[in-house]
């Protein structure tokens, strides 16, 4: 993946992600923690830690967050990760660009999003797991892109940002559980921020009247309004006073009839510990066999005497 790169006050030109994956080693060292102990302590694969301590991979806020945490480092990962653009030498494509620009410049976005996480609120894994599925092909160059983004949202806070998941976003399996659990997990986090309201538009409540498509909402810093929405491989521009206030009300309406913030994250959380069972499950497929033997012995120990009930544990999702 590109890395961003800038220049020091001599001149010279350096790899933030290689500066900030020996701070990360030096802390664990200090805590005389192996990779495997952080990986394990932050609930990630070990070849992370190691990825980026080498300065090959872009680490996620959650993640400086985490070492911060669990290495008693007073903040100092986080304040360094918030230094860096990290994925300043980008490019979008042609037909994106000019939203990109708009994008760059608004205060204000509100967007509708149907089956997928928006752009500006996805994790690496996720992007990358959709952008293989649609074919590969500069697959990383288009995660950078995707993830210069979001600095201005998600560390700057420059703009306001709301946006209204259907709930087809967080039901839609992207790159299997783990890429799911963490995506999940990002949004819980970014709801947070000040600058971000997030909510869910839930399956059950037919009465609401959704947009028949993805759509944004821009307001740019002179108070020009835009409209735009997407085709396959191509934007979509509107900014008619009426189609606008049209879209405007349509929204409005679709987030008075949505879940409360508190009660999305309900859905989200349970959505994010559902596909966490699922890992649990999957990884005791493993075991089944020694199961079934020891069942298979508990029913001849007790062939003779009463049996003895066990609790079955629920199902995995």
């Not at 070990?46 to 008693?72: N, Y």
């Not at 990290?86 to 994008?103: G, I, K, N």
């Not at 990358?128 to 649609?134: K, Q, S, T």
């Amino acid at each position: 993946m590109p890395v961003a790169r800038r220049r020091t006050e001599r001149g010279s030109t350096s790899n933030p992600a290689v500066l900030f994956g020996a701070e990360l080693r030096h802390a664990r060292e200090a805590k005389s923690y192996s990779q495997v102990d952080l990986a394990r302590l932050l609930h990630v694969d070990p070849s992370l830690v190691c990825r980026i301590e080498l300065g090959g991979r872009v680490p996620q806020r959650t993640f400086a967050e985490g070492c911060d945490r669990v290495l008693g480092t007073g903040g100092l990962l986080m304040r360094l990760w918030a230094q860096v653009d990290w994925y300043a030498e980008v490019e979008h494509p042609d037909w994106f660009q000019r939203f990109a620009d708009m994008e760059a410049g608004a205060v204000v976005l509100r967007k509708f999003q149907m089956q997928v996480i928006p752009g500006l609120l996805q994790t690496e894994e996720y992007a990358r797991a959709l952008f293989v599925r649609g074919g590969g092909e500069g697959a990383e160059d288009r995660v950078a892109a995707r993830m210069s983004r979001q600095r201005r949202f998600l560390v700057d806070a420059e703009a306001l940002l709301v946006v209204v998941l259907d709930e087809s976003a967080v039901r839609m399996n992207v790159g299997g559980p783990e890429v799911m659990q963490g995506q999940l997990e990002h949004l819980v986090n970014v709801a947070r921020l000040p600058n971000i309201v997030l909510q869910v538009a839930p399956f059950g409540r037919s009465e609401l009247r959704r947009p028949n498509t993805s759509m944004t909402l821009l307001t740019l810093p002179d108070g020009h309004r835009w409209v735009y929405s997407e085709s396959l491989d191509r934007g979509h521009f509107g900014d008619d006073p009426a189609v606008i206030a049209r879209h405007e009300q349509t929204y409005d309406v679709l987030r008075a009839g949505c879940l409360t913030v508190r009660e999305s994250m309900r859905v989200i959380i349970s959505a994010m510990e559902g596909y966490g069972h699922h890992d649990e499950a999957r990884s005791g497929h493993g075991s089944l066999a020694q199961e079934q033997l020891q069942r298979g012995q508990r029913r001849r120990l007790h062939r003779g005497g009463p049996r003895i009930p066990r609790r079955r544990s629920g199902a995995g999702q």
